[in-house]
């Protein structure tokens, strides 16, 4: 490994060049030092020559052009296997970085020795938190709690809000179990270790999988709201309410999401509760899943 190279940042592109443009921009104005970076794109088979228009573009960027769409996951682990920093970022391209964000959170590294994943505060358009960057494990109950809006009714409870850890104070450095993939920032050690990202997951899931093996390793995933980045959020899929109007993505796509989305909640479950609770609490939860899948597909019409 090059010891010049402490950070690889890895953004992974199907569709998003106008978002992935602004984001790429918003890393150079961020302060960072280029020559002690580099950044690796990888495009999925977007249409209209985005490939080719990122190549042109941003000469500093190391641009990997994949023939089909091979997912979220596995595109990220390609890039990983090329990647030469001490620390590896996974970040969405419909993000904005913050000044100073790269640097504040690779001191936040060093200091922490046992920390093997954080991510910083991840703001929306709306101005709210991303909630998914503050993350409980799915375990059945917490689940529970949040479809059927008890975790709503109950914000600020340990008991019922597990799901989205909201008893924590969101302005203070906290544990978590699992960060949003849009700003995913690994020690190396740590990846190399677990094995990176499940294949399995094609499109949503990959990081709070990713999460529960770091934690199940023994280290730790922290949140540090002492900086942040801005996330559109939902851009490539086009199935986020917030950000449907800024998505070019087709009936086509947001079906494909809708799909994706619940596919890695069976996934998760099998790979890692099968085991831990009863068949009858698996019938349950795999209806369940069922049920919100189909609802959520009869929305889109």
């Known amino acids: ?34 020559e002690k970076i580099e950044i690796i794109v990888v495009d999925n088979n977007s249409g209209n020559k985005e490939a080719e228009r990122i190549k042109e573009t941003f000469s500093y960027v190391n641009l990997i052009k994949n023939r089909e769409n091979i997912g979220f996951a596995k ?45 910083c505060r991840v703001n929306l358009v709306s101005g709210q938190i991303d909630d998914a960057c503050n993350r409980g494990f799915p375990s059945p109950w917490n689940a529970f709690c949040h479809f059927s809006g008890l975790a709503k009714l109950f914000p600020q409870s340990k008991f019922f809000n597990g799901y ?44 709070i ?13 922290m949140y540090v709201p002492t900086t942040s980045i801005l996330h559109y959020k939902g851009v490539s899929g086009g199935i986020k309410k917030h950000s449907q109007h800024l998505s070019l993505a087709d009936k086509k796509i947001k079906y494909l999401a809708t799909r994706s989305r619940f596919e890695v909640m069976r996934i998760f479950y099998e790979k890692h509760y099968k085991k831990k609770y009863p068949e ?12 919100k899948e189909y609802l959520s597909l009869a929305a889109l019409g």
């Open 280 to 291: 009858w609490i698996r019938a349950i939860v795999l209806w369940g899943i069922k049920l």
């Open 164 to 207: 989205h850890l909201g008893f924590w104070n969101m302005e203070q450095v906290h544990e978590i179990d699992s960060c949003v993939g849009a700003f995913l920032l690994v020690r190396r050690e740590v990846g190399e270790r677990v094995g990176w990202l499940d294949e399995d997951y094609f499109w949503y899931g990959e990081d």
């Open 1 to 34: 490994m090059k010891q010049d190279i402490i950070l690889s940042v890895i953004i992974v592109n199907f569709n998003t060049y106008s978002f992935l443009s602004k984001c790429l921009e918003s890393i150079k104005r961020s302060n960072v030092i280029l």
């Open 209 to 221: 999988d990713f999460c529960y093996k770091v934690k199940n390793a023994g280290w730790k995933v």
């Open 75 to 119: 595109a990220n682990n390609q890039a990983i296997k090329k990647s030469l920093g001490k620390y590896v970022l996974l970040l969405n391209p419909d993000t904005i970085v913050k000044k100073g964000t790269f640097e504040t959170m690779l001191k936040f590294m060093e200091k922490n020795v046992k920390v093997g994943v954080a991510t």
